[in-house]
Every structure is written in C-alpha cells, then in structure tokens.
C-alpha cells in the first residue's frame, strides 16, 4: 500500500497566536508544521494553543530575533529548513512539496484541492524570480550593492530608523560591492529577486542547505544587504541546476515590484494591506492557493465566511 506523501509548512510568525492557531487548525490534513516564533516575542502562548503531534515549534538557539529587512529572516527561514529535513530523514516517503508561508496567511482551498494541485504537478518548484544584476537598476542596486545594516534595535522604533538610516548613508558612501557574487570556484552568480513566499520540492530544500553550508560567501554577501530573504534563495535556485524546473522555465522580465511574482499567495500590491470581507469577490474568483495578510483582528469576518463558502467548514462560534 502506497503511503500518503505529506506536505510540509513551514510558517514564520512573530504576533497573533489566535490565528496562528487557526490557521494549522485548517491546513491539518496530511501535514506536518514547523514554527518559527520570532525570538523577540514569548513563545508560550503559541505553544499552549498548538499542541499537537505534528507540530514543531524551533526553540533554544534555533529562534531568531527577525528584524524587517535584514538578514535574520534568512537565519529563520534556514532554521526551518534544516528543521524540515531532519523529520523528513525520518520519515518513511518525502514530503510532496515544503510550503514556506508566514503567520499571516490563509487557505482559499481546500485541503483536497491542494493536495491534487502539488499531485498533479509533482516535478514543479513554484519560486518565481528575474534577474537583478542584468536590470542593473537603481532600486535594486541600492537593495544590494550598499552595505546596509537592519538587524538590531535601539530604545525605541523611531530611534532606530533614524540611527539605521544614518549609518546606512555613512557606510553606503564609503564602500559598495558588485551586483553580483563569486562563488567558490570564482564563477560569477548573478543576483535574483522574487517573492518571500515559495513551495519547494525536498530536494531543492537539500540542496540550498547544503549549498548554503559549501558557499559562504553567499551569506556574508547578503548580511549586509536589504530584503535579502527576497533574493538569497531564489539566488542559489535560479544559478543552480533546478532553474528551469519552475512553472516559468525559468526567470521572467524585469518588473519593479514584488506582488508581481507571488507564487501561491494573493498579496496586495503594497504588501501591507490587510485584507477584510470586502475583499471576497477578489478571493473567490482567484487561483491562487492562499491569502496574505489577514488576522485576527482584521480579518475574522473573512475567514468565517472563507471557512462556510470556500473552504466547506462548519464555523464555530
């Protein structure tokens, strides 16, 4: 007898254990979960409402403090990856595919038709990415050519900025680097650029880890550089042999923003827009497998009627 593959979730959360909680509540069909709490916030009230056999919570020095635009949200995000591994080396089958999604999410699908949907695209990596050191833009040459520094805080939000921006400028002036890496046998890499937000295959996931682990330069590149969970792993994917595995074959044009290269997610073109019941038609009428952001603060009138209308669940309460 054939033994079901699961999927993997990967979730990056830092706020909202309510949703947090619904949202693996939903998606608890064959899955396994691996959580990463942002260091800077208590744990405990995640864990006391997800307690279940098939949840992994990082802790100890495997928690990060994640800082918007620095480097720690790559430390995250490979914390879970090697997380992901190691259960999947214990596992009897791989995982189908491994979700990297954040705490801000939802389903607009069912768990059957997702299942089917990574089923009938077994061979499919959904990342999508373009070229940022052929685009030789601006936007994107500030992105990774100036030394920038986001992973640490001080006193307060607004003292922070001000501090980060001045060391920014100062640093910025004195020194820059290519838009582009040398790897270890001296081969140029090019620079990609694509959404935070990708479902790969378990062999991908091997590879950027170990990749990650043989390449150090790649990170010491990317320490210093802004939105660099946006570029590091669509870097290795798209200068690796897996680049034309994607549903794209490959990369796509220049386009200067992000929303435009969403792999699975509806996500608002200024990525901050938390999405509410007047935004359903959008939802209903999408093909895409999930939503950001939402919570529950913002968003529970939604979710109810995603639950009654789209998903078939009964909702409580």
């Known amino acids: 007898m054939e033994i079901k593959r699961k999927i993997a979730y990967l979730i990056a959360a830092h706020s909202d ?10 998606l608890d069909d064959d899955a396994d979960f691996f959580i990463h709490i942002d260091k800077k916030q208590e744990i405990e009230p995640f864990i006391k409402r997800i307690d279940k056999h098939n949840v992994f919570f990082l802790t100890g020095d495997n928690r990060i403090k994640v800082y918007w635009g620095g480097f720690s949200q790559v430390q995250a995000t490979l914390n879970l990856l090697r997380r992901c591994l190691t259960e999947n080396d214990r596992n009897q089958t791989e995982y189908k595919k491994v979700v990297f999604m954040s705490g801000a999410d939802y389903p607009i699908k069912g768990n059957d038709y997702i299942h089917n949907f990574f089923d009938d695209r077994k061979e499919v990596n959904f990342i999508r990415g373009m070229n ?21 805080f001080i006193f307060s939000l607004t003292v922070t900025r001000v501090i980060r921006k001045m060391l920014n400028l100062i640093v910025s002036s004195l020194k820059t680097k290519p838009n582009y890496i040398r790897n270890n046998d001296g081969d140029k890499l090019d ?12 062999e991908v996931i091997r590879y950027i880890i170990e990749y990650t682990a043989n390449h150090k330069k790649l990170s010491k590149y990317f320490k210093y550089s802004l939105a660099s969970d946006e570029k590091f792993f669509h870097t290795i994917f ?16 220049y386009v200067p923003f992000t929303s435009a290269f969403a792999n699975l997610h509806i996500i608002d073109s200024s990525l901050r827009k938390w999405f509410n019941l007047d935004d359903f038609d959008l939802i209903e009428n999408s093909e895409q497998l999930f939503v950001r952001k939402v919570s529950s603060r913002h968003s529970r009138a939604l979710l109810d009627k995603i639950d009654k209308d789209l998903l078939k669940k009964a909702v409580v309460g």
């Not at 254990?17 to 939903?26: A, K, M």
């Not at 798209?238 to 044009?253: A, H, I």
């Open 17 to 26: 254990p309510e949703h947090l909680q619904r949202l693996v509540d939903v």
């Open 132 to 152: 940022i050191t052929d685009a030789n833009t601006p936007k994107y040459n500030y992105c990774v050519r100036n030394y920038l520094f986001f992973n640490f």
């Open 191 to 202: 620079i990609f650029h694509g959404s935070s937000w990708w479902a790969l295959n378990i």
């Open 238 to 253: 798209f200068n690796s042999k897996f680049s034309k595995t994607n549903l794209y074959d490959g990369t796509e044009p």
